[in-house]
């Protein structure tokens, strides 16, 4: 069995001002004793379209198969990360991500519904949580619940800036004491038999 996820990466430049924010943020909270944060690594920095759970190696292939063939149907496409939020809530913190603005949400949306139709197909339950594109860029760890708002100045609006995103990428994940690690098993150029 393997727990797996289906996400797209963000190039690199963008992943670095992604990195460049965390690192920012993580000073920011460092005067305050009670909370911590663990950031999500630089090589870990995705945004899920679709988390599928434990699956067999038989089923990891139709899963596959489906996936190659929604792909040629798609095309590549651009994304813009912008603004900050959290999960549950901004007032009281788990989960710190970066968004996207509306015109990606609803470009990552529609393709969210494509994956899941298809997953659907094969006998995989849909999502239960409503969709909320996001890249998570750390874990709060704190004795009383974190407001982000009061820890950093508004960033809704701020621009991280854009990628073109040419593949959806079939990830294993795995967590050991260090956190989760993330490991392609297979990447689906879109627009493109192969």
């Known amino acids: 069995m393997k727990r797996v996820f289906i996400a797209i990466e963000m190039s690199i430049d963008l992943s670095h001002r992604l990195v460049r924010f965390q690192e920012s943020f993580e000073k920011q909270i460092d005067t305050d004793s009670d909370v911590s944060i663990r950031l999500t690594r630089p090589e870990n920095i995705h945004a899920t379209l679709q988390f599928i759970g434990d699956v067999s190696e038989e ?19 651009q994304v813009s990360a912008k603004g900050i939020g959290a999960f549950p809530s901004n007032d009281e913190a788990k989960v710190l991500w970066a968004g996207f603005d509306a015109q990606s949400t609803d470009l990552l949306e529609l393709i969210r519904r494509a994956i899941e139709k298809e997953l659907d197909s094969i006998g995989l339950e849909k999502e239960k949580r409503p969709f909320v594109p996001h890249i998570t860029l750390g874990r709060f760890r704190a004795m009383k619940p974190v407001n982000i708002d009061e820890l950093s100045k508004d960033l809704s609006g701020h ?10 990428i079939l990830f294993e994940s795995r967590s050991d004491d260090q956190g989760f690690r993330y490991k392609v098993l297979d990447r689906f150029r879109l627009g493109k038999a192969t």
Request: avoid cysteine.
């Open 159 to 168: 621009l991280f800036g854009t990628t073109m995103i040419r593949d959806i």
């Open 59 to 77: 089923l990891l292939f139709v899963i596959s198969e489906k996936l190659k063939e929604l792909s040629t149907s798609l095309f590549p496409f």
